[in-house]
């Protein structure tokens, strides 16, 4: 499955303006990158990707919409899933985007 490029565009433009923001296509997604550590995707299997801080991940899945993000079988802490339907109201996804971009600008740059 090929990322929302509508979903895209709407993350573009919530990080429209944000110091240092770059595009890389990435996990079938189209990941949007801030000091080159992932803040955001339009994910390849639907809905967004993020990073968030790790310590943050159990509270985070509380959340609607919020999936624990899986690679290769395994569970990882600092990253999530959020279902496209989700993310289909603008507010929501600001928010979700804005966990991103805080949590990635926090991290020294690569």
């Known amino acids: ?5 509508d979903l895209a565009e ?6 429209a303006g944000e110091p240092g923001v770059t595009e890389m296509k990435m996990f079938g997604g189209l990941a949007f990158l801030i000091g080159g ?13 993020l990073r968030c ?6 509270a985070l899945l509380a ?5 624990e993000f899986e ?6 802490q600092g990253w999530l899933r959020v279902a496209a339907e989700t ?5 929501v996804l600001r ?9 990635a600008r926090s991290l020294p740059p690569k």
Do not use: C, F, N
């Open 71 to 76: 690679m290769r079988g395994k569970t990882m």
């Open 1 to 5: 499955m090929a990322y929302d490029e």
């Open 95 to 103: 928010d979700w985007v804005e966990r991103g971009t805080v949590y």
């Open 53 to 58: 801080d790790p310590e943050e991940t159990e």
């Open 63 to 67: 959340e609607p919409g919020a999936e």
């Open 37 to 49: 550590h992932l803040a955001v995707a339009a994910s390849g299997q639907g809905g967004l990707m």
């Open 87 to 91: 993310v289909e109201d603008d507010e």
């Open 10 to 15: 709407r993350i573009r433009a919530e990080v």
